[in-house]
């Protein structure tokens, strides 16, 4: 074992060694450079960013901020976790939109409902997807409404990148299983389910409540994380919240950026009253649908 104080006794044991030691300290002798900093990690490229999306609800006040924040960040590839419309007074325009941004669109349950019939919704729910299907029929363009039907029926339920899973639910069901911050308390043996049916990262959306869910199992907002999520090897859920229909209590637009290490969550102010208005002109949605924008809930 060497001794505590071993600098001390190597001087003793050599005076030469000693002698040197005081020589290079004398008064006069340069001084030592600083070791120089590391340089900075090289900057990721925005094209190897990617903006995840999701639960848009025909809000397109919301979604043109949000697109308007992506383009300020140089960001150029976007996908969405499904629900583009249902809820909101602009399912036409929000559609639009995705078909020409986004890599990939993820079928939700609002959009399978405008496809095929509404299945388990309320009054609200289900009056304002027969109110969207109309408004795809009355488009008097055919090769534009045939599009539209068209980018509707080729949605998928999931889609397996390398990095991560995206579903716009579950990966156990993926089109309206709903994954609540609750679950980390009442459901625990549903959670342990649905990590079992994914590697690594799995995004999701559908609650509208932006998080991470891990296995333990616990559940961070992005307040916990300070907006960001750091990614290790452990498993993770990814809420990555709602742009048209928050209900986390922050009216915002909600959206996330995958990094090559982290998660950022980003909030973006829109024109919520806008919205509201356009709600409340159109007698087959429910004031509510707009109302609840103001609160984020």
């Not at 999701?54 to 300020?72: P, Q, R, W, Y």
């Not at 020409?100 to 304002?128: K, Q, R, V, W």
């Not at 299983?177 to 043996?189: L, V």
């Amino acid at each position: 074992m060497p001794p505590e104080n071993e600098s001390e006794t190597s001087a003793q044991a050599s005076p030469a060694r000693a002698t040197s030691a005081k020589s290079a300290t004398r008064v006069g002798a340069p001084a030592l450079e600083p070791a120089p900093e590391p340089p900075p990690p090289p900057a990721v490229p925005p094209e190897e960013l990617l903006a995840i999306i999701s639960d848009i609800h025909g809000n397109f006040e919301a979604l043109t901020a949000v697109m308007a924040e992506i383009k300020s960040r140089d960001l150029t590839r976007i996908c969405c976790l499904g629900d583009v419309i249902g809820y909101g007074p602009n399912p036409l325009e929000c559609l639009d939109t995705v078909i020409e941004n986004c890599e990939f669109t993820i079928m939700g349950n609002h959009d399978f409902a405008i496809l095929y019939e509404p299945f388990n919704f309320n009054t609200a729910a289900e009056n304002s997807a027969f109110w969207t299907r109309q408004q795809f029929e009355k488009d008097p363009d055919r090769t534009r409404r045939n599009r539209r039907w068209r980018y509707l029926g080729a949605m998928q339920t999931r889609v397996n990148q390398k990095r991560f899973l995206a579903v716009h639910g579950s990966p156990r069901r993926p089109i309206n299983e709903y994954i609540f911050p609750d679950d980390i308390y009442s459901a625990t043996q549903k959670l342990a389910s649905i990590f079992d049916r994914f590697n690594h990262l799995c995004f999701v959306g559908h609650t509208h409540v932006p998080g991470v869910f891990v296995p333990h199992p616990d559940f961070y907002s992005p307040i916990d994380l300070n907006q960001r999520y750091d990614i290790t090897e452990e498993r993770a859920i990814i809420n990555v919240g709602s742009v048209g229909q928050p209900r986390d209590h922050d009216p915002r637009a909600s959206f996330a950026i995958l990094h090559h290490d982290h998660v950022e969550f980003v909030r973006v102010n829109y024109d919520i009253h806008a919205t509201v208005e356009k709600v409340r002109a159109i007698d087959a949605l429910d004031n509510f649908l707009g109302q609840r924008l103001i609160e984020g809930a």
